[in-house]
């Protein structure tokens, strides 16, 4: 895409190039912009997917700056296509807040209960129908809850409720290869139904181009792939999400893959994702090392809302890197508390585990030599 300040003062859109020229604004260098030939303009390449963002930023600019310009019809409809979509996301995010200190509209979450009493195979208990509906009145969001707690019955349960108010057709879950055959399993546990389920894992990306992303098919309502795998199809499955007869549900299992900062497999989810209908990640460790391993998983399930503001980003690590961790906890949880969903162990009703005193054994010459081997290679390694 092209965007220029015409000579009128005029920001307009056009389509074709990949850049974006503006005429004498030094200001633009520090977002990455340099000079063309005739030292007259600035531009930037630019990926289609950071357009509203960057359309955004420099209308502020512009704004800031006492720049006069006007928009075109264009640019116009982008900007206000972006502030309803703040609109919703502000919405979503108090109507999820409020359902969490227990201020709901009861009515209709009866109703929502009702549905998942007469269109499920599976009774959930109390702790899964409630983050269904958190995650209903999201769309996109996250699920934190302790493994065994039901996590993904809980996806299918809430996308059978989206599937029937027409507003998804397909689920897409990328994942390590070993939760595919738990999805199967899980799915016609839950749904009553076998799923019409694709595999898409290793390979040649061409190949699975050719069959499968270019002539999507109806039959298919499940469809499992690896993170290795996302990474290699990614254009593929950007135009497949991007396809008008698709509407995708995307599921992120394990969603702590995903956390580094400028990872391959990162940059691939958060790249598709934009094209998903509804996003969800799950994972019981959300933020194994540090409160950066979250950054990755909120700007995928919100990516032109900016969850966790990047100045916020940035005070979180110098707190962390202070050692303040309490400023850094409160920052964090103001930003994101609404938009996930946990399940602490506390709350499966499970019987308290029972510790046995460890009975020790004496052991052989042959298992001395091993231990005493391995233990001085620990701590002696070089």
Same mark, same amino acid.
């Given at each position: 895409?092209?965007?220029?300040?015409?000579?009128?003062?005029?920001?307009?859109?056009?389509?074709?190039?990949?850049?974006?020229?503006?005429?004498h604004?030094?200001?633009l260098?520090y977002?990455?912009?340099?000079?063309?030939?005739?030292?007259?303009?600035?531009?930037?390449?630019?990926? !289609?997917d950071?357009?509203?963002? =960057?359309?955004?930023?420099?209308?502020? #600019?512009?704004? +800031?700056? *006492?720049?006069? %310009?006007?928009?075109?019809n264009?640019?116009?409809?982008?900007?206000?296509s972006?502030?309803q979509?703040k609109q919703q996301?502000?919405?979503?995010?108090?109507l999820?807040?409020?359902?969490?200190?227990?201020n709901?509209?009861?009515?209709?979450?009866?109703?929502f209960?009702?549905?998942?009493?007469?269109?499920?195979?599976? !009774?959930l208990?109390?702790h899964? =129908?409630?983050?269904?509906?958190h995650? #209903?009145?999201l +769309?996109? *969001?996250?699920? %934190?809850?302790?493994?065994g707690s039901?996590?993904?019955?809980?996806?299918?349960?809430?996308?059978?409720?989206?599937?029937?108010?027409n507003?998804?057709?397909?689920?897409?879950?990328?994942?390590?290869?070993?939760?595919?055959?738990?999805?199967?399993?899980?799915f016609?546990?839950?749904?009553?139904?076998?799923p019409?389920?694709?595999i898409?894992s290793?390979g040649d990306?061409?190949?699975?181009?050719?069959?499968?992303?270019?002539?999507?098919?109806?039959?298919y309502?499940?469809?499992?792939?690896?993170?290795?795998?996302?990474?290699?199809?990614?254009?593929h499955?950007?135009?497949?999400?991007?396809?008008?007869?698709?509407?995708?549900?995307?599921?992120?299992?394990?969603?702590?893959y995903m956390k580094?900062?400028?990872?391959?497999?990162?940059?691939?989810?958060?790249?598709?994702?934009?094209?998903?209908?509804y996003r969800?990640?799950?994972?019981?460790t959300?933020?194994p090392r540090k409160?950066?391993?979250?950054?990755n998983?909120?700007?995928?399930l919100?990516?032109?809302n900016?969850?966790i503001?990047?100045l916020?980003k940035?005070?979180?690590?110098?707190?962390?890197?202070?050692?303040?961790?309490?400023?850094a906890t409160?920052?964090?949880?103001?930003?994101?508390?609404?938009?996930?969903?946990?399940?602490?162990k506390k709350?499966?009703?499970?019987?308290e585990p029972?510790y046995?005193k460890?009975?020790?054994v004496?052991?052989?010459k042959?298992?001395?030599l091993?231990y005493?081997?391995?233990?001085k290679?620990?701590?002696?390694?070089?």
């Open positions: 895409m092209i965007i220029s300040l015409n000579s009128e003062k005029q920001l307009v859109l056009n389509d074709e190039k990949s850049q974006l020229i503006f005429k604004c030094s200001q260098k977002w990455g912009f340099t000079t063309n030939s005739n030292n007259n303009s600035l531009w930037i390449h630019l990926h !289609s950071n357009l509203i963002n =960057i359309c955004v930023k420099i209308e502020k #600019y512009f704004q +800031k700056q *006492s720049i006069q %310009f006007e928009l075109s264009q640019i116009s409809e982008l900007l206000s972006y502030d979509i996301f502000s919405e979503a995010k108090l999820a807040n409020n359902f969490k200190e227990g709901y509209d009861l009515k209709q979450f009866n109703e209960c009702h549905f998942l009493k007469n269109n499920l195979k599976r !009774s208990r109390d899964q =129908i409630k983050a269904c509906y995650h #209903y009145l +769309k996109n *969001s996250a699920n %934190f809850s302790v493994p039901g996590k993904t019955s809980v996806v299918l349960s809430v996308y059978e409720k989206f599937r029937s108010e507003e998804i057709n397909l689920i897409y879950v990328v994942g390590p290869t070993s939760c595919f055959s738990p999805w199967q399993d899980e016609e546990s839950t749904l009553g139904r076998k019409n389920c694709k898409l290793g990306s061409t190949s699975r181009k050719n069959e499968y992303y270019d002539f999507y098919s109806d039959d309502e499940l469809i499992l792939t690896s993170f290795q795998t996302f990474y290699r199809d990614v254009s499955i950007t135009n497949f999400f991007n396809h008008k007869s698709v509407n995708a549900f995307l599921v992120v299992d394990e969603a702590h580094q900062i400028g990872g391959i497999w990162s940059e691939a989810i958060l790249k598709a994702g934009n094209y998903a209908k969800i990640i799950l994972t019981g959300p933020c409160f950066i391993d979250l950054f998983l909120f700007d995928f919100w990516p032109l900016n969850p503001a990047d916020d940035t005070k979180v690590e110098v707190s962390e890197a202070k050692g303040d961790l309490d400023t409160s920052i964090i949880r103001n930003s994101i508390d609404p938009l996930f969903y946990r399940v602490r709350e499966l009703g499970l019987i029972k046995h460890p009975i020790q004496q052991m052989n042959y298992e001395k091993i005493e081997a391995i233990s290679r620990l701590i002696e390694p070089f």
